[in-house]
Nanobody, 124 residues
Framework: QVQLVDSGGGLVQAGGSLRLSCAASGRTVSSYTMGWFRQAPGKEREFVAGIHWRDVSTIYADSVKGRFTISRDNAKNTVSLQMNSLKPEDTAVYYC?????????????????WGQGTQVTVSS
């Protein structure tokens, strides 16, 4: 069983960048299809980006395509989310999540393991 710890959130001005990190322990992150989700106040949690465990193919929500990049570092056992050109509407708590040997999916219900979340606030 893997444990996930999210970090890297903070306050940034619109147009700025942040890099979120998800550190895995207990098992290697390369065994997990990993995703990033976010939840803004008063809204449901939504998918942001995902990376497949085997071929590291990636998928993104339309709202972040071209601005966000998900990646994996096997040596550090981490998954990162590089966020550029941030907008106020990107403000949310961001969560990483994992599926053991799973297919890449937008569905929150498919992910079995979750980090605790990290707050991202983008000011206008």
């Amino acid at each position: 069983q893997v444990q996930l710890v999210d970090s890297g959130g903070g306050l940034v001005q619109a147009g700025g960048s942040l890099r979120l990190s998800c550190a895995a322990s207990g098992r290697t992150v390369s065994s997990y299809t990993m995703g990033w989700f976010r939840q803004a106040p008063g809204k449901e949690r939504e998918f942001v980006a995902g990376i497949h465990w085997r071929d590291v193919s990636t998928i993104y929500a339309d709202s972040v395509k071209g601005r966000f990049t998900i990646s994996r570092d096997n040596a550090k056992n981490t998954v990162s989310l590089q966020m550029n050109s941030l907008k106020p509407e990107d403000t949310a708590v961001y969560y990483c999540a994992g599926i053991l040997y799973g297919r890449t999916t937008y569905s929150e219900k498919s992910y079995d393991y979750w980090g605790q979340g990290t707050q991202v606030t983008v000011s206008s």
